[in-house]
């Protein structure tokens, strides 16, 4: 288990002395995740919530007629869940898939719960990504509501810069919430302004 990564995750908010560090990784589970395998299904009960060591997860909605919309990606250091379901211990409303061959740890729902009650800090910690994570969807419903495509898909550019190479533009479409077609069309006009 690639223990630093993690551990550095962790240090941005608390700081944990050897044994803290001991136990909180005790209760990870290291998954290796091949390419298109889920991690989670829609209605499946959500019991754990992930940290991204290697690779790319992505989270989306699909609808009845099986049209996907992506919610969010997650690349190495993030975290990603079905947070609603993962709290209340409900069946699923995302769906989460390796993008590519990928290394999680795991967190189960009880284990964390101990956690909070052995090691209180990780409370902060927790309370601090979430409101994070609350933050960030909030800015992306209001960059939805007021900015063009082109200015979200520049946004997405900024914010997954790294990924951006290997997700496929039917992916980045459904995250922007435009057809691959407009996305496609949207970056040639790009590519042939840029060399007027």
């Not at 009845?64 to 209340?88: L, Q």
């Not at 979430?130 to 900015?147: D, K, P, T």
Request: with cysteine; hydrophobic share 40%; charged share 25%.
């Amino acid at each position: 288990m690639e223990e630093s990564l993690i551990l550095k995750n962790i240090s941005k908010h608390i700081s944990l002395d050897n044994q803290e560090i001991s136990y909180f990784l005790s209760l990870l589970k290291e998954r290796k995740v091949a390419k298109k395998e889920p991690v989670l299904k829609q209605q499946q009960i959500c019991k754990e919530i992930s940290f991204v060591e290697s690779g790319i997860l992505r989270a989306f909605y699909s609808d009845s007629a099986g049209k996907e919309s992506t919610v969010m990606f997650a690349v190495g250091d993030w975290w990603i869940t079905d947070m609603f379901c993962f709290v209340h211990q409900k069946p699923a409303m995302l769906n989460i898939e390796a993008l590519e061959d990928s290394v999680i740890l795991q967190l189960q729902k009880d284990s964390l719960d101990e956690l909070y009650f052995k090691i209180p800090k990780f409370e902060r910690f927790f309370r601090i990504m979430m409101q994070n994570a609350y933050i960030r969807e909030q800015l992306r419903v209001i960059e939805n509501l007021s900015l063009s495509a082109e200015e979200r898909y520049d946004n997405f550019l900024q914010k997954y810069p790294l990924a951006a190479q290997r997700i496929t533009q039917k992916q980045i479409a459904s995250y922007l919430g435009v057809t691959p077609e407009f996305l496609s069309t949207m970056k040639n006009n790009r590519q042939k302004s840029s060399y007027s």
